[in-house]
């Protein structure tokens, strides 16, 4: 595999197809399209794997594909379609920040991922063999140049994971935006070669557990406060700590939940020199 | 099959038990045979030499967080038997409860004998699903919220520590032959110094964040304080005792992988600075509590961040790391059976309710006001020992950092006391009704359920503190060798 082949083209095209439609989910108006959007990612994310299988020969990644494609494409957005329906949700989208600054965060952090990530050097040093024959340590170094910027791509559709859900105050919109971060492991998992099978099974396994979890929370939030608006939630805490980390400045705390806080308090200073330091500066 | 199976194995089978038991007036009774038996089981790995069988292996650094582990689940069941029976729960949630206790405990073995960062990670985040079901059990508004924050922001958390999975098998590839032997710790240790420096560096910090999340660690705990003040108090002991341990393990385990390649950024660095971050906020916070349970939480961000600073450092420090986090386990989850009683006792769990405990109730008093004593650092307990030893190997490496450290010990230090004074000493505050009539009280065989485990507990920390045998002390010095 080399630049301009076939295989490492179509692998590229494909997970830069998944982090598009990462974008599209963060300026989404309406839930049923942000559902929809999630739908056609796990559909291409589906696409993506097949695809390294066949490059790989690796039969384990068709069946991880099957699981995206069932799971994701299929089961997880109708799960999510009847949720909306039953519960009468409002049918847009609530942002604690606008569509414009999103994106503009967004690009921000697909700079990161690409700064972060593109300097690394995959494969074998330069003058150490490691045991391996010449023609292996070549090809290693190769590939090693190949799954770098697939791992950018999907660290990328990560961090707009974490964005989203950072910028989303609807319970439902918050799955989403997990889900959609796990779909950016499942990218750098499988753009691996020979990465145990097991990782990715129990990788999709659990987003299914998770989901099932994550359902009954909604029913339950609804049934407990009549909105799946977070921010209910937040004043349900007697004593919230999030203040403590997200104004400083503000001497009353904000205990009841200003509108600007985020409610789950999701990265707001991970360390410098961390790939995700971002999402908390973007805000 | 090799023995390595059955402390992972066992609870396990016993959470499909305890969610099929078509009788359950006997759930509590098998929940406790159940840990008993992984305790004998993890005592009995624990005597045999140390194995490697595949994904599972035992070493000096995980077989004391493992007995740790088997002893805090075995009391807590015992203290939950008494628990769960005042609180009323129907069927359905009972045997939720009970499954989801002992797939906690199946999930926290495995996180730790795991010898494949894949493993650990499935099983943290299997850990963190069963904690998130039971938290949330209570169904009142802060429990949900609770368990909605545990979940989305361990949700995170846990996605990042995969991205670091996948980040470091890429870097160990060309070296450990790929496939399941390249997700092996030991394996990625042998090929760390091999490896490019910057895509160990990079698995690292993602490793860090995500784990660290899980750990309680600075910035991302704010699950823990919600986690452990809403849900049932058999949870809060093993969230506190035993995840936070099992999620610190990991760190260690990928600290001591990148540490062995000299021209990484030097892990103990980043972690020995989200340590102290943590021991600060938390000392600066915990004053200004005024749920119990909540501050003592906030008490276990300072104590795990205690821990980070003390591997962070290193070298003769690690010994105190270890230390420290078996004995926060034993004395944190002994505090927390303390205040949950006397929460249902005093019909609140608001710190100015509870007031005055040795008077009305020695026994759980004093044993509460040891407990916390033991927790705020005072001798003769375990933490006195690996905190006294910790400032004095930090004061010579480490000055600058070793100052301000002691400032938030000395805060948190004022705190505890404080909140030692108020709960336990002084003046008794009502109860609500009398204990007899009061089926949400409970009566004296719950007490029993309660003190009978923090004595345990005590006596545990106590021994870890003063009398270690000199076996278990040359386990602790290979174990904190191995984290580096």
């Known amino acids: 595999m080399r630049f301009g082949q076939l295989p490492y083209d179509a692998a590229h095209l494909l997970g830069g197809l998944v982090l598009l439609l990462s974008f599209v989910l963060l300026y989404q108006r309406r839930l049923g399209a942000v559902i929809r959007v999630f739908a056609a990612q796990g559909a291409v994310l589906a696409a993506a794997a097949a695809w390294q299988g066949w490059v790989q020969g690796e039969a384990g990644l068709y ?137 990715e099974l129990s990788t999709a396994a659990l987003v299914l557990m998770a989901f099932a979890v994550a359902g009954i929370f909604v029913f339950r939030i609804r049934e407990r406060f009549d909105s799946v608006d977070l921010l209910h939630l937040d004043s349900a805490v007697p004593e919230s700590d999030l203040p403590m980390l997200v104004t400083a400045a503000d001497p009353a705390g904000g205990a009841a939940g200003a509108p600007a806080d985020i409610p789950t308090g999701i990265p707001t200073g991970i360390p410098k020199g961390g790939a995700a330091g971002a999402p908390g500066e973007a805000r | 099959m090799s023995p390595l199976v059955l402390p992972v194995a066992l609870p396990w089978v016993g959470a499909a038990l305890l969610a099929l038991l078509p009788r359950l007036r006997h759930a509590a009774a098998v929940n406790c045979a159940v840990s008993a038996a992984t305790l004998l089981l993890a005592l009995w790995a624990a005597a045999s030499p140390y194995a490697a069988d595949g994904v599972l292996h035992t070493d000096a650094l995980n077989l004391p967080l493992l007995l740790v582990a088997a002893v805090v689940g075995a009391s807590t069941s015992v203290y939950s038997a008494a628990y769960v029976a005042t609180l009323g729960y129907d069927a359905a949630r009972v045997r939720v409860y009970h499954a989801a206790f002992q797939g906690f405990m199946g999930a926290v073995m495995l996180a730790l004998l795991a010898d494949n960062l894949g493993v650990t990670w499935v099983a943290i985040e299997a850990a963190t699903l069963a904690s998130v079901m039971i938290v949330a059990l209570p169904r009142t508004a802060g429990a949900i919220a609770a368990a909605w924050k545990l979940f989305i922001l361990c949700g995170v958390g846990i996605g990042l520590a995969l991205f670091g999975t996948v980040v470091l098998y890429l870097a160990g590839q060309p070296f450990t032959g790929g496939g399941m032997k390249g997700l092996s710790w030991a394996a990625l240790r042998a090929a760390a110094p091999l490896a490019d420096p910057g895509v160990l560096n990079l698995a690292f910090v993602f490793l860090l964040v995500g784990y660290g999340t ?209 709960l336990c000493l002084g003046t008794p505050t009502p109860e609500p009704a009398a204990p007899t009539a009061n089926r949400a009280a409970g009566g004296p065989r719950t007490d029993w359920a309660t003190v009978g485990p923090m004595l345990l507990h005590l006596l545990l920390a106590l021994g870890l503190g003063v009398a270690l045998p000199e076996a278990a002390g040359a386990v602790l010095r290979a174990g904190a060798a191995l984290a580096g």
């Not at chain 1, 074998?124 to 090693?144: K, M, N, T, V, W």
């Not at chain 2, 916070?285 to 939480?297: E, V």
């Not at chain 2, 944190?332 to 008077?359: C, E, H, T, Y």
């Open chain 2, 214 to 422: 899980k750990a309680g660690l600075v910035p991302l705990h704010s699950w823990l304080p919600d986690a452990e003040s809403e849900g049932p108090t058999p949870i809060t002991a093993v969230l506190s005792g035993l995840l936070l341990n099992a999620a610190l393990h990991a760190v260690l385990r990928a600290k001591a992988v990148v540490g062995a390649n000299p021209g990484a950024i030097p892990p103990g660095t980043l972690l020995l600075a989200l340590g102290l971050a943590s021991v600060l906020l938390a000392a600066l916070s915990l004053s200004r509590r005024r749920d119990a349970r909540r501050f003592f939480a906030w008490s276990s961000i300072e104590h795990m961040g205690l821990a980070a600073f003390a591997f962070g450092l290193g070298g003769a420090a690690s010994l105190a790391g270890l230390v420290h986090m078996a004995g926060h386990s034993l004395l944190k989850s002994a505090v927390f059976f303390g205040v949950g009683r006397a929460a249902q006792r005093k019909g609140s769990q608001r710190i100015d309710a509870i007031g005055g405990l040795v008077v009305n109730h020695p026994a759980l008093g004093w044993a509460l006001a040891a407990a916390i004593a033991g927790l705020a650092g005072l001798p003769p307990f375990a933490l006195f020992a690996s905190e006294f030893a910790l400032l004095t190997d930090a004061a010579a490496r480490a000055p600058l950092a070793v100052a301000v450290l002691a400032l938030g010990l000395v805060v948190a230090f004022a705190a505890l006391v404080g909140i030692l004074q108020s």
């Open chain 1, 63 to 199: 069946v991880t594909a099957l699981i995206a494609l069932l799971a994701k494409a299929v089961l997880i957005p109708l799960a999510l379609d009847r949720l909306v329906r039953e519960l009468q949700l409002h049918r847009t989208v609530e942002t604690a920040m606008g569509v414009g600054p999103s994106m503009a965060a967004g690009v921000g952090l697909v700079g990161l991922a690409l700064l972060v990530v593109l300097p690394i050097r995959l494969g074998l040093p330069p003058g150490a063999s490691g045991g391996l024959r010449a023609a292996d340590a070549i090809a290693a170094s190769a590939h090693g140049a190949l799954t770098r910027e697939s791992l950018a791509i999907a660290l990328s559709v990560v961090l707009l994971g974490m964005l989203m859900m950072i910028t989303r105050r609807n319970a439902l919109t918050q799955v989403v935006g997990l889900m959609s971060l796990e779909n950016g492991l499942v990218l750098a998992a499988i753009g691996v070669a020979g990465m145990p099978l097991v990782l």
